[in-house]
Nanobody, 120 residues
Framework: QVQLVESGGGLVQPGESLRLSCAAS????????MAWYRQAPGKQRELVAG???????DYADSLKGRFTISRDNAKNMVYLQMNSLKPEDTAVYYC??????????????WGQGTQVTVSS
């Protein structure tokens, strides 16, 4: 069973930074796309950023320049560096990965989410 576990969320003030981490574990053979999504109260879940194995990344237009996604393929981890945080960045942030396991073909998995709150 593949598990994605996020960490690094918390309460910060506007303008501060946070770094989220997500560790994938289980019978993993290969991971294709890894991504971060977020869901604010009363809103739909939205894509924040995604990154493929080779390192090419893409971002939601509104977040370009403030957020940076990266990954460590050897450790099956993905990170999200968030700078200059704003109150509107408050949301639950979810890790997402497309995984090929030793027992099943490509499938998308989700983490449980980590809360990020930006407030003064």
């Amino acid at each position: 069973q593949v598990q994605l576990v996020e960490s690094g969320g918390g309460l910060v003030q506007p303008g501060e930074s946070l770094r989220l981490s997500c560790a994938a574990s289980g019978p993993i053979f290969s991971i294709d796309i890894m991504a971060w999504y977020r869901q604010a109260p009363g809103k739909q879940r939205e894509l924040v950023a995604g990154i493929i194995t080779g390192g090419e990344a893409d971002y939601a237009d509104s977040l370009k320049g403030r957020f940076t996604i990266s990954r460590d393929n050897a450790k099956n981890m993905v990170y999200l560096q968030m700078n200059s945080l704003k109150p509107e960045d408050t949301a639950v942030y979810y890790c997402n990965a497309r995984v090929f396991t030793t027992t099943s073909p490509w499938r998308t998995y989700w983490g449980q989410g980590t809360q990020v709150t930006v407030s003064s």
